[in-house]
């Protein structure tokens, strides 16, 4: 392959066709965690149409999608790639360190491992867990 210009980088062709492997990888990826999911997984391939079916995914009105074209995709990318491990049932701080690092190869796992389940939408919901549980039968104390 030979190298070409673009905005003033020179990209050689051994970059080229790393990317286009790694970009095929997160397709594949992508399909298998749509299809984990019940979302069609031929929606990856369809420009803007693949991101409001992953906003349905994570459980976020389809009009975030549109917010990928604003800075606030600054914010808006890697807390998506967050609720998307989140909504299946990743919520350690390694699992959060290794879907923002290694987002491709993370995303296959998630989609190729028959361990992982989706388990539904997380936006909107609080996350934290409460170590103590309550009982519906106990009464509360409520000094007077």
């Known amino acids: 392959m030979e190298t070409f210009t673009l905005l003033g980088l020179e990209i050689s062709g051994g970059v080229q066709l790393a990317s286009f492997f790694?970009?095929?990888?997160?397709?594949?990826?992508?399909?298998?965690?749509?299809?984990?999911?019940?979302?069609?997984?031929?929606?990856?391939?369809?420009?803007?149409?693949?991101?409001?079916?992953?906003?349905?995914?994570?459980?976020?009105?389809?009009?975030?999608?549109?917010?990928?074209?604003?800075?606030?995709?600054?914010?808006?990318?890697?807390?998506?790639?967050?609720e998307v491990a989140q909504s299946f049932g990743k919520h350690k701080t390694v699992d959060f360190v290794l879907v923002l690092v290694f987002n491709v190869f993370y995303i296959l796992n998630l989609g190729l491992s028959y361990e992982e389940d989706y388990k539904g939408p997380v936006y909107g919901k609080t996350l934290?867990?409460?170590?103590k549980k309550t009982n519906s039968s106990e009464k509360m104390n409520v000094a007077h």
């Open 22 to 82: 790694i970009g095929l990888i997160a397709l594949v990826a992508n399909a298998k965690l749509f299809v984990k999911a019940d979302l069609p997984w031929w929606a990856v391939f369809v420009p803007v149409y693949n991101v409001m079916i992953a906003m349905k995914l994570i459980g976020r009105p389809m009009w975030h999608a549109f917010l990928f074209f604003t800075p606030a995709v600054v914010y808006l990318l890697p807390r998506t790639i967050l």
């Open 128 to 131: 934290m867990k409460s170590s």
